[in-house]
């Protein structure tokens, strides 16, 4: 078994490891659904032949809840099964954080514009403009906080999600 993480994965906002192991992927999806079984009082999840999606178990359901993605892939070269993890927010919390993103940055940048025009032409009409982009350029910075702090929120249970994808495969490994 060979994992890869590097410097990079430590510090995006949804960290990735890569497992090379000589597992089949039939083998290993079979095997990790008894796993997740044995384990069933601190995690759960759902599992299928590509994409496994593994939650901590916890008494109240918050954003910053992280989940583990596992995705198992083939390589023909090698003949080798791929597992690949991305820890984050489910989907819904990441979309939500991205439209939010994305909402803001479209309104600084028309407001920023109409300010700026409206300086080049010495106009007055939209007196609004530059106050309302430091209010979306605030409200990005709010985002961004509120992301950080649920990812410092879910950090022991990515830990736990990280020890559940490595012990998962070195237990197996073992038999």
Known sequence: MKIEETVLDQIRSRPRFKIITEISREEYTAYLKRFLQEHADEFEGNVNKEISIITVRTEQNNYWNPCL????????????????????????????????????????????????????????????????????????????????????????????????AEESIRSFEKN
Not at 113 to 140: G, R, Y
């Open 69 to 164: 993605s596992l995705r198992t892939e083939t390589d023909p070269d090698e003949n080798k099964t791929v597992i690949r993890g991305v820890f984050g927010p489910t989907s819904a919390v990441w979309t939500f954080f991205m439209f939010l993103n994305f909402i803001f940055g479209i309104m600084w940048l028309v407001s920023i514009t109409i300010w700026l025009v409206e300086k080049q032409i010495k106009s007055h009409d939209f007196p609004w403009a530059f106050s309302f982009s430091i209010a979306m350029v605030v409200c990005l910075g709010l985002t961004f906080a509120a992301a950080r702090i649920g990812k410092w929120q879910g950090k022991k249970q990515m830990q736990k999600l990280r020890e559940f």
